[in-house]
């Protein structure tokens, strides 16, 4: 499977990744507690410098964000319908910033760090005895080993769909998208209860 | 640690389709083939074995365990998938093969010895940075097969080790199969595999159709195909 980890030695993949998540989570929440147009544009620059280090090439940066960033204009463009100008800015600028953070943070933390970080993050939970700190670090490492598949999976079926000269409509792609995703689904969770991960073999 | 598989009357029914009638059989030895036409209960034979599909009458134990503890059965059993792209968890090798060892309580340096370990084994050290999905079928085969031999299971189910593999790849595998220690069973549609083994297990429409040698199952299997 691929993954959407970058190599390279960047000042981000230098920093430890409790200190990359914790600033993601943080730079949240300010985004989100300012409205100053000033403020969050220097937010999305500083991103993206931050994004533009991380050793991409310009043309592949971009291709990743892309279907993150059409939805950012959607929200964006029903904001304008309603509401003045300035108020439709403010959630594009905000959430451009948070994708830009977040693309950089996925992108220069492997998924194993991003596993080990969350367990050992989430493991004060467990003493609610509602969770299990290494299924919470297992789910999202699956979240993120999926993405990939994913879109892998939806480059496949567009291409069948030209290849059988059909037109290639979001109807007729997403219900072969599902199943196929559900069905890997279905083969990674047996591999996980027969390699005994979430067993807690001892 | 041996072969000691026991089915007592157990069988497999999804609502009213039976994929496993009730069987009854022993198994032991070093290597077991399975053969049988898609469809005929062989993954479901093999998933019985460990634990991955409940009987639905019956049990099966392994070295006297019952199976329906997936602890022990996942602890005795290591299970090869047929797509080992869909088992492999981690997209780094030696990450991927450390992951099913971390919730066993080891250390970190028992956890680095026995990754480095199981690769040695099969002299596959230069596939421990390899992002799995650069790898080849062959070596895709050996990242599986090291990342549940790591966990030291002592019975091994491979389901179709040789599918979709070139000539060379499936030279490889067959060479690491016939060379581990471990007891082995092997399902697959791969005649040439399984052609010297004592014992092979004909499947057919959900029944046990061949106890036999490699020779006579395989006969058997023809006249059904035809």
Same mark, same amino acid.
């Given at each position: 499977?691929? %993954?959407?980890? @970058?190599?390279?030695?960047? @000042?981000?993949?230098?920093? %430890?990744?409790? @200190?990359?998540?914790?600033?993601?989570?943080?730079?949240?929440?300010?985004?989100?507690?300012?409205?100053? #147009?000033?403020?969050?544009?220097?937010?999305?620059?500083?991103?993206?410098?931050?994004?533009?280090? #991380?050793?991409?090439?310009?043309?592949?940066?971009?291709?990743?964000?892309?279907?993150?960033?059409?939805?950012?204009?959607?929200?964006?463009?029903?904001?304008? #319908?309603?509401?003045? /100008?300035?108020?439709?800015?403010?959630?594009?600028?905000?959430?451009?910033?948070?994708?830009?953070?977040?693309?950089?943070?996925?992108?220069?933390?492997?998924?194993?760090?991003?596993?080990?970080?969350?367990?050992?993050?989430?493991?004060?939970?467990?003493?609610?005895? /509602?969770?299990?700190? !290494?299924?919470?670090?297992?789910?999202?490492?699956? @979240?993120?080993?999926?993405?990939?598949?994913?879109?892998?999976?939806?480059?496949?079926?567009?291409?069948?769909?030209?290849?059988?000269?059909?037109?290639?409509?979001?109807?007729?792609?997403?219900?072969?998208?599902?199943?196929?995703?559900?069905?890997?689904?279905?083969?990674?969770?047996?591999?996980? !209860?027969?390699?005994? #991960?979430?067993?807690?073999? %001892? | 640690?041996?072969?000691?598989?026991?089915?007592?009357?157990?069988?497999?029914?999804?609502?009213?389709?039976?994929?496993?009638?009730?069987?009854?059989?022993?198994?032991?030895? *070093?290597?077991?083939?399975?053969?049988?036409?898609?469809?005929?209960?062989?993954?479901?034979?093999?998933?019985?074995?460990?634990?991955?599909? *409940?009987?639905?009458?019956?049990?099966?134990?392994?070295?006297?365990?019952?199976?329906?503890?997936?602890?022990?059965?996942?602890?005795?059993?290591?299970?090869?998938?047929?797509?080992?792209?869909?088992?492999?968890?981690?997209?780094?090798? *030696?990450?991927?093969?450390?992951?099913?060892?971390?919730?066993?309580?080891?250390? *970190?340096?028992?956890?680095?010895?026995?990754?480095?370990?199981?690769?040695?084994?099969?002299?596959?050290? &230069?596939? &421990?940075?390899?992002?799995?999905?650069?790898?080849?079928?062959?070596?895709?085969?050996?990242? &599986?097969?090291?990342?549940?031999?790591?966990?030291?299971?002592?019975?091994?189910?491979?389901?179709?080790?040789?599918?979709?593999?070139?000539? =060379?790849?499936?030279?490889?595998?067959?060479?690491?199969?016939?060379?581990?220690?471990?007891?082995?069973?092997?399902?697959?549609?791969?005649?040439?595999?399984? &052609?010297?083994?004592?014992?092979?297990?004909?499947?057919?429409?959900?029944?046990?159709?061949?106890?036999?040698?490699?020779?006579?199952?395989?006969?058997?299997? =023809?006249?059904?195909?035809?």
């Amino acid at each position: 499977m691929q %993954s959407l980890y @970058v190599e390279g030695n960047s @000042v981000m993949h230098r920093l %430890s990744p409790r @200190v990359k998540l914790l600033s993601l989570t943080v730079f949240g929440v300010v985004l989100f507690i300012s409205d100053n #147009i000033l403020l969050l544009s220097i937010a999305v620059l500083l991103t993206a410098v931050l994004y533009r280090m #991380i050793g991409l090439p310009f043309a592949d940066g971009l291709r990743r964000l892309r279907p993150v960033f059409l939805t950012i204009v959607v929200v964006a463009l029903f904001n304008l #319908i309603f509401n003045p /100008w300035q108020q439709a800015l403010v959630p594009l600028l905000r959430l451009t910033a948070l994708m830009l953070l977040a693309a950089t943070v996925t992108a220069t933390t492997s998924i194993t760090e991003f596993i080990d970080e969350v367990t050992a993050l989430a493991r004060p939970l467990e003493r609610t005895g /509602w969770v299990q700190a !290494d299924d919470i670090g297992l789910a999202l490492g699956l @979240v993120l080993r999926f993405v990939p598949e994913i879109v892998g999976r939806y480059q496949a079926i567009r291409e069948a769909h030209k290849a059988r000269g059909l037109k290639v409509r979001p109807t007729t792609l997403l219900a072969p998208l599902i199943i196929l995703t559900l069905k890997d689904a279905d083969n990674i969770a047996a591999a996980i !209860d027969a390699r005994g #991960i979430r067993r807690h073999v %001892s | 640690m041996g072969l000691d598989i026991r089915f007592e009357g157990a069988g497999v029914s999804f609502g009213a389709r039976v994929a496993l009638q009730p069987l009854t059989l022993g198994i032991s030895g *070093k290597r077991i083939g399975v053969i049988g036409l898609n469809g005929s209960g062989k993954t479901t034979f093999a998933r019985l074995i460990n634990g991955l599909t *409940k009987p639905s009458v019956g049990r099966v134990t392994v070295n006297g365990r019952d199976t329906s503890d997936e602890k022990a059965a996942v602890a005795d059993v290591g299970f090869i998938f047929q797509s080992p792209q869909n088992q492999i968890i981690l997209p780094i090798v *030696k990450d991927d093969i450390a992951f099913g060892l971390k919730r066993r309580g080891l250390t *970190k340096a028992e956890i680095e010895a026995k990754v480095e370990g199981v690769l040695a084994r099969f002299g596959a050290e &230069a596939l &421990a940075d390899r992002r799995a999905h650069e790898l080849s079928g062959g070596e895709l085969q050996v990242a &599986a097969l090291c990342s549940v031999l790591a966990t030291g299971p002592g019975i091994l189910i491979l389901d179709e080790p040789t599918n979709q593999l070139d000539l =060379k790849n499936r030279a490889l595998v067959e060479g690491i199969i016939a060379g581990l220690p471990e007891s082995a069973i092997i399902i697959t549609h791969d005649l040439e595999l399984i &052609a010297g083994f004592e014992r092979v297990l004909l499947f057919h429409e959900g029944r046990l159709a061949a106890d036999a040698p490699a020779a006579e199952a395989i006969a058997r299997y =023809k006249e059904i195909a035809a």
